[in-house]
């Protein structure tokens, strides 16, 4: 993406420049052309110039319409992730990157990617707005508490690169930085395989979904008073006031924190609210788990959290399903 927003930019440099020096130009050569040769000269009067007035019009509007679009089709472009997306969670803290991998690999003001592959971070706050951005990427993005923003971008050389909170976020703004590490993708194969085996975040949202309780009410068998959880995410659910709204992080998010807020037609608002016993971190293993419910595929199974749950299906490989 740096190419193509590193383009954008100098055109608009070098339009801005080629102006400046027209406009700043003509004004010396006027002034020098027409100077005033003798102290009581009036000069001509002239009323309206209809070409000149539409040459001054229609040549800026197309400029400017080329911006636009150039803007709008690299703007997109940046906003729109491909389909295919190694995904990783930030937290932003005061003062530091918390990311998580999917495998379950946590790091702390480093990030670590393959070459060659598109990585789309998941982004929250802890406490207050930070922003991430990697300069060398062209990327930059606002993280807030309470929701999710994203972005994405394909690392193309491997390297360390610059990463930046790039919002004011208190005394120690300055030291929220780190890096992101490039690897060659064997090499990340061999860092991803080094890390402490915490087991994957859906694995760890299972057991949380255990913990708290969960299960006794979203059961796989829709015979629980909460809605059955397995193929939801991506779906569009319709709610008790007949709107609809597509499961995404977000959503999973609000109705852990907020469950009256949006409900899922035929149910009763009887869950608690989870505020406050879940964390930032909980909450995306939560989530990670509820994306990882597929009926047609073995849910992720911890050893060391006991067997299959009712109604669940057994998992069919032996090895940890990790996609
Ligand atoms: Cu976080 Cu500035």
């Known amino acids: 993406m740096a190419g193509r927003v590193d383009a954008l930019y100098f055109f608009l440099v070098g339009l801005a420049a080629f102006f400046s020096l027209l406009i700043a130009g003509l004004i010396v050569y006027y002034a020098i052309r027409f100077k005033r040769k003798a102290p009581d000269s009036v000069g001509a009067r002239i009323h309206g110039g209809l070409i000149l007035e539409i040459t001054w019009t229609v040549i800026p509007f197309l400029i400017t319409m080329v911006i636009f679009v150039w803007g709008a089709v690299v703007f997109f472009a940046m906003s729109r992730p491909p389909d295919e997306t190694l995904n990783i969670y930030v937290v932003g803290k005061q003062w530091m990157w918390k990311f998580q991998h999917l495998d379950g690999q946590r790091e702390i003001n480093e990030l670590h990617v393959p070459v060659g592959r598109p990585v789309k971070l998941i982004m929250t706050s802890e406490d207050v707005i930070h922003d991430l951005f990697v300069p060398a990427f062209r990327i930059k993005a606002d993280v807030i508490p309470g929701r999710y923003s994203h972005i994405w971008f394909e690392p193309t050389v491997a390297g360390r690169y610059?990463?930046?909170?790039?919002?004011?976020?208190?005394?120690?703004?300055?030291?929220?930085?780190?890096?992101?590490?490039?690897?060659?993708?064997?090499d990340y194969q061999a860092w991803l395989s080094g890390g402490v085996q915490e087991g994957s975040l859906a694995s760890a949202g299972e057991k949380l979904f255990s913990d708290l309780a969960c299960?006794?009410?979203?059961?796989?068998?829709?015979?629980?008073?909460?809605?059955?959880?397995?193929?939801?995410?991506?779906?569009s659910q319709v709610l008790l006031n007949g709107e609809r709204v597509v499961v995404d992080?977000?959503?999973?998010?609000?109705?852990?924190?907020?469950?009256?807020?949006?409900?899922?037609?035929?149910?009763?608002?009887?869950?608690?609210t989870f505020q406050g016993l879940v964390s930032e971190e909980g909450l995306l293993e939560l989530i990670e788990y509820v994306k990882s419910l597929k009926v047609d595929v073995p849910a992720p199974v911890r050893p060391d959290t006991g067997g299959p749950k009712p109604g669940e299906a057994t998992p069919a490989r032996g090895s940890e399903a990790k996609k």
């Open 249 to 272: 992080e977000a959503y999973i998010r609000e109705s852990i924190l907020r469950p009256a807020a949006k409900i899922t037609a035929g149910f009763q608002p009887v869950m608690p």
């Open 215 to 235: 299960n006794t009410c979203h059961r796989p068998d829709a015979q629980g008073r909460g809605p059955v959880l397995h193929n939801l995410f991506g779906q």
């Open 162 to 186: 610059h990463l930046f909170c790039a919002e004011y976020c208190g005394t120690r703004h300055s030291g929220m930085i780190g890096s992101v590490v490039v690897m060659e993708p064997e």
